[in-house]
């Protein structure tokens, strides 16, 4: 079960910011909407032209 009690989001909003720069500086895409909630977050995201590679993890595969 998930800890709904947890508030790390927005605790540490500024990890998180940062944490979406650096995604952003490496993988541009535009984030239309975002809601960050305590223990959760919801976000409309469009990526560029052409790259449907949504599934790429950290590690490149």
């Known amino acids: 079960m998930r800890d709904r009690s947890s508030d790390a989001l927005v605790r540490h909003v500024g990890l998180l910011r940062n944490a979406f720069r650096t995604v952003l500086a490496e993988r541009p895409f535009t984030i239309d909407a975002i809601v960050i909630l305590p ?13 449907a590679d949504y599934t790429r993890d950290a590690g490149g595969r």
């Open 39 to 51: 223990d959760h977050l919801h976000a409309v995201w469009t990526l560029p032209d052409g790259d």
